[in-house]
């Protein structure tokens, strides 16, 4: 399953490359990209698992950047 969230605050762009290797990283994730300047995460994902997923996701992400949001 693929998908794009819209990302709100995310700071810099040195942070949105270690969420992307971070996220790349979790088992069932097969293709992720997150862009500083669009304020977008695009993942490609197992579909039986992508709710686990997502909420491994943004613990990954609140790790990296604690303000940043992933709007669903």
């Excluded at 790790?63 to 949001?69: L, Y």
């Amino acid at each position: 399953m693929k998908k794009v969230f819209k990302l709100e605050d995310l700071d810099c762009a040195n942070c949105a490359a270690k969420m992307e290797r971070a996220i790349a990283k979790i088992n069932g994730v097969n293709a992720v990209t997150v862009s500083f300047m669009t304020q977008r995460l695009s993942i490609d994902a197992d579909d039986a698992s992508f709710e686990d997923i997502m909420n491994q996701v943004v613990k990954v992400c609140k790790k990296v950047e604690p303000d940043c949001r992933i709007i669903r």
